[in-house]
């Protein structure tokens, strides 16, 4: 087997397909509602084959390049965990998981990826969303890993963790493997942080970075409907807070020589972090463009998987289709 390709559905600003890339793996097609998010992929790749299409009206019979792949990814929209779990049967997260094994049902991939809330994988709450995915593939001839990874474990300077499941076609199942960590010490915020933070000529960004000596929060893309950016939840906020971070917006540039930030008008001795810091917490290259307005592309990073992992999880499933 030579070179290996995959859709991905639901890409958004692209994170998993570019670790998948990292892996190995080439695509022949990319889809995504947003039109924004498409212009992200487009502009990063102007080779990929961009698809802007809600996943609920695809048909692959008017594509047939994604028939005979090797891998269907999917980073798709987190399904509603906790109290709302019993009523997603209803969500528009539910039907676009749904969509996405219909889509391997009908182009049968040699492997599936899906990544999302880690309690799709062992919370009693989605025991009916596992028995469904397992009725619809099984006869096909899949078998399934379900596991839990952190990102921080593949480089990133991030606490978020993302429940995976991986199903292969059956003469491969046996034969792959749950990626293992790719570092033995997570990188703090501050690490990740300081060149940016420092860029230009602030003299608190050495002790800034002490101070901001553990791993993000979970980065939190929010609602496409409403709100601004932020960085999460009241929680999270404290969490930004005690590393010296204002969690409740965005800035436009990082601190100047003073640690001043023009854009920053809340008076708070906290230093707002801008979208391109986010990213780099996500782990994107520095050269990854996002398209759109400040908030866009903030919630085009918040909902991305974080490339690191993306290339963890495509090189172990390439070792099993090659095995």
């Known amino acids: ?13 692209g994170g998993l397909a570019l670790g998948l890339e990292q892996a190995g793996f080439a695509p022949v097609l990319l889809l995504d ?3 924004i998010a498409c212009q992200t992929l487009m502009t990063n790749r102007p080779t990929w084959n961009v698809l802007q299409m809600d996943l609920l009206e695809f048909n692959p019979v008017d594509h047939q390049e994604t028939y005979d792949v090797d891998l269907l990814s999917a980073g798709l ?16 997260e539910l039907r676009l998981l749904q969509a996405t094994v219909y889509l391997a049902h009908a182009v049968q991939p040699r492997a599936l990826l899906i990544e999302n809330v880690p309690g799709l994988v062992d919370s009693d709450a989605f025991d009916e969303v596992r028995v469904f995915i397992q009725q619809e593939l099984e006869h096909l001839g ?20 993302q429940g995976v499941l991986v199903a292969l076609k059956n003469q491969f199942f046996g034969k792959f493997q749950q990626p293992m960590p790719t570092v033995t010490r997570h990188t703090t915020v501050g690490e990740a942080l300081h060149p940016s933070m420092s860029a230009r000529g602030w003299a608190g960004a050495d002790d800034w970075a002490a101070q901001a000596d553990q791993v993000a929060p979970t980065l939190v893309g929010g609602s496409d409907k409403r709100g601004g950016a932020d960085l999460g939840l009241t929680g999270s906020k404290k969490a930004w807070a005690r590393m010296g971070v204002n969690g409740g917006a965005l800035a ?55 490339p690191p992992v993306g290339k963890a999880l495509g090189s172990a499933i390439a070792d099993a289709l090659r095995a």
């Open 142 to 161: 899949y078998g399934f890993h379900w596991f839990i990874l952190n990102a921080q474990d593949f480089g990133v300077p991030q606490d978020r963790k």
């Open 77 to 92: 929209p987190r399904v509603k965990s906790s109290a709302t779990a019993k009523r997603i049967e209803t969500g528009a």
């Open 33 to 35: 509602s947003n039109p």
């Open 1 to 13: 087997m030579s070179g290996l390709r995959f859709v991905d559905v639901c890409s958004g600003g």
């Open 252 to 306: 436009d540039e990082v601190p100047g020589p003073d640690g001043v930030q023009e854009s920053d008008k809340s008076g708070s001795p906290l230093k707002k972090l801008t979208v391109d810091q986010a990213a780099v917490l996500q782990s994107f290259p520095m050269d990854w463009i996002f398209a759109g307005k400040k908030t866009a592309r903030y919630r085009q990073i918040g909902h991305a998987s974080p």
